[in-house]
């Protein structure tokens, strides 16, 4: 509609300046030359109005290309005596602006909101260049630190030159964990950072959490776990040694009581002896393979790391287990994805992993009809390397699901309770995890996630 009236009136206005042409050369033939003056004049004038009135359009947009282009929305449009096409124009303009303006509102509100988020948050936030000029930095932070500002990373040089380094080298989604000795105060700091882009330059966001706390009472309560089992183990084993070594020093010394005359011992009396002795050895040796064993917990190799196809370990591990697998009657599955999966790690103490959980899988399915344990690999959500060991035996019950990872814990009438320990520990030292879900008489999942 706008356009259609613009074109009537350009239209009326050549059309005025084509009959006052006609009427300047009609003036020239009839030698009226001051009327011919006057119509020069009139047509001149006419076509200056005729440009400026075109014009007026390009100028209106480029003053309003201009306001978007440097975010000036304090400017309204106008066409005043142009024709209510300009005017509808200039509404249009004017509808944009104040579209502009409320986006421009909202934006600043949700700035507002974030930075208040940030600075009120109590995790320590840090964002910089990767040649450490600080761009922001929260309360927390300058909390954490004792500082009042912060420009450039390095002023954190004075608290600690390994934080620095740690900063400055941070690779984006990388947790590091440091200690930091403040004064007479202990700092344990974990570290992650993740990088973005701004205006072409790159921004390391880093947040920095004290768990001093945390990781005291994980270690208090890992601590207190372990004393626990270890004194149950011992005690088992020193109770009956410290009662049977007492009975053995009672008969021994009714013996050296007896009369003189009397030279043999009875055959009950050496037989009592001999149980006692045995159980005595059996309980001694007994503990001393429980304190073999826990010393062998401490005492797992550093990796070898290389990079290799996952689908040859689970290769190695079929061919190792194939025959107890077969003789138990389970249906096995493997499945890798992608094909081509590759995983840098110690190939043997992980295969040790797999093998230890597929034990445990095969035990836990033995006897039940349809058996079926499955290994996966894949890439999951969040980008990092899977693996899974899934059964359908009986499950591991709630209550005992957090236990299983501690020393010598185990529900197997032989079992050792240093697996699945082992186990997290070699995770760990691939910078790894295991979790285990279970759904009793369903599934159970246990999950190493690289």
Do not use: C
Request: charged residues 20%; neutral net charge.
């Amino acid at each position: 509609m706008v356009y259609k009236k613009f074109r009537l009136t350009v239209i009326i206005r050549i059309l005025l300046l084509s009959g006052s042409v006609f009427l300047f050369f009609f003036t020239l033939t009839e030698k009226l030359s001051i009327t011919a003056m006057l119509i020069g004049i009139l047509i001149i004038i006419q076509v200056y109005a005729l440009f400026h009135y075109v014009d007026k359009t390009n100028r209106d947009l480029a003053n309003f290309l201009e306001s978007i282009r440097f975010s000036e929305f304090t400017r309204s449009f106008k066409a005043e005596g142009l024709g209510s096409s300009f005017d509808e124009l200039s509404n249009a303009f004017n509808a944009v602006i104040k579209d502009f303006q409320l986006i421009r509102s909202q934006r600043e509100e949700h700035y507002q909101y974030l930075q208040s988020i940030v600075q009120n948050i109590d995790i320590s936030i840090i964002a910089y260049t990767r040649d450490g000029v600080v761009e922001m930095i929260n309360k927390a932070a300058k909390s954490l630190f004792q500082i009042s500002s912060l420009k450039n990373i390095n002023g954190l040089q004075p608290i600690s030159g390994e934080l620095v380094a740690i900063l400055m080298n941070l690779k984006p989604g990388e947790s590091k964990l440091i200690k930091v000795q403040q004064e007479d105060d202990i700092l344990q700091l974990a570290v992650q950072g993740t990088e973005f882009r701004i205006h072409n330059k790159v921004i390391m966001l880093t947040t920095i959490k004290n768990i001093q706390n945390v990781l005291e009472e994980q270690e208090t309560e890992a601590w207190q776990k372990l004393i626990r089992v270890l004194t149950h183990e011992i005690m088992n084993s020193i109770t009956p040694i410290a009662s049977l070594s007492s009975t053995l020093d009672l008969i021994l010394k009714g013996i050296k009581n007896d009369t003189p005359n009397q030279t043999k011992i009875d055959d009950d009396t050496v037989d009592e002896i001999q149980k006692a002795l045995h159980t005595i050895n059996k309980r001694s040796t007994g503990l001393l393979h429980f304190v073999n064993t826990y010393r062998n917990l401490t005492r797992i190799p550093q990796p070898n790391f290389k990079v290799i196809p996952v689908k040859n370990i689970f290769r190695n591990i079929q061919l190792l287990m194939e025959e107890e697998i077969k003789q138990s009657n389970i249906q096995y599955e493997t499945s890798v994805m992608p094909d081509d999966l590759i995983l840098s790690a110690d190939e043997e103490l992980i295969e040790q992993v797999l093998i230890n959980l597929l034990k445990n899988s095969i035990h836990a399915v033995d006897g039940r009809p349809y058996a079926r344990i499955q290994m996966k690999a894949f890439i999951n959500k969040r980008g990092r390397i899977t693996m899974q060991v899934i059964d359908n035996g009986p499950g591991i019950l709630k209550e005992v699901l957090d236990k299983i990872f501690i020393p010598f814990f185990t529900t197997k009438p032989k079992g050792s309770g240093i697996g699945l320990s082992l186990s997290k520990q070699i995770l760990h030292l691939h910078g790894g995890t295991i979790t285990v879900h279970s759904i009793p008489e369903k599934e159970t999942t246990f999950t190493l996630t690289f």
